[in-house]
């Protein structure tokens, strides 16, 4: 089985800046649509943003549009969300997924392929 790894979560003041980056050491993901989603304390997990399996679309919430960028490297083996403007209420743990579906990821349906374990994002005021 797959596992998804996250990485790049920290501590940060409002207003900066964090990259996220997420792959499988030794995987590539050359049809998969990749997405993040996050899980703010005390709150169900949301949709963050999404790409499609080419990188050639993107997705995000409206929370995090013109804040957040999703990319992909071109060997299909990282994703990235890179977060800017970071607010307090973006504080949250933030998982990667992967599906051979982009609507999948876009309706965070149960049956995601493959997730990550999270990575902890903290904005402090």
């Known amino acids: 089985q797959v596992q998804l790894v996250e990485s790049g979560g920290g501590l940060v003041q409002a207003g900066g800046s964090l990259r996220l980056s997420c792959g499988a050491p030794g995987h590539t993901f050359i049809s998969y649509a990749m997405g993040w989603f996050r899980r703010a304390p005390g709150k169900e997990r949301e949709f963050v943003a999404a790409?499609?399996?080419?990188?050639?679309?993107?997705y995000y919430a409206d929370s995090v549009k013109d804040r957040f960028t999703i990319s992909r490297d071109n060997a299909k083996t990282t994703v990235y969300l890179q977060m800017n403007s970071l607010k307090v209420e973006d504080t949250a743990v933030y998982y990667c997924?992967?599906?051979?579906?982009?609507?999948?990821?876009?309706?965070?349906?149960?049956?995601?392929?493959?997730w990550g374990k999270g990575t902890l994002v903290t904005v402090s005021s």
């Open positions: 790409i499609s399996w080419s990188g050639d679309n993107t």
């Open positions: 997924a992967a599906d051979l579906h982009l609507q999948d990821i876009l309706t965070m349906y149960h049956g995601i392929n493959y």
